[in-house]
């Protein structure tokens, strides 16, 4: 296992990044992904687009949204209210991976 570096902590969850395998660990509520860095913008896309289709939702809390995943009888289940604390975790912790990437090559230099 590598040295691991915590880009955003809360209490629904975690998103980490490990520099020597170049992952993102996150972790959010009972749900765990390991992703490249196309793979987590990617999915970062995705969990914008189902924000932007549930945009006036009525039961924030419900949880009736749906993910694919690549198991065909296996989905993970969120509600609008998950998907925006996820982004939010995501958001954030994008920002500061972009601003550690700055840091590093100035440093470098």
């Not at 809390?61 to 209210?81: A, D, G, Q």
């Not at 998907?83 to 100035?106: C, F, N, P, R, W």
Request: with cysteine; charged share 15%.
């Amino acid at each position: 296992m590598c040295k691991q570096i915590v880009l955003e902590h809360s209490s629904e969850g975690y998103v980490m990044f490990h520099p020597k395998c170049g992952s993102f660990q996150i972790a959010f509520g009972n749900l765990v992904w390991v992703l490249t860095l196309p793979e987590l913008n990617n999915f970062h896309l995705l969990i914008n687009k189902r924000l932007a289709m549930a945009s006036n939702v009525k039961q924030p809390n419900l949880k009736n949204i749906y993910l694919e995943t690549p198991v065909s009888s296996m989905m993970m289940v969120f509600s609008t209210n998950d998907l925006h604390q996820l982004e939010q975790m995501l958001g954030k912790s994008m920002t500061i991976y972009e601003a550690k990437l700055v840091l590093d090559s100035y440093l470098q230099d």
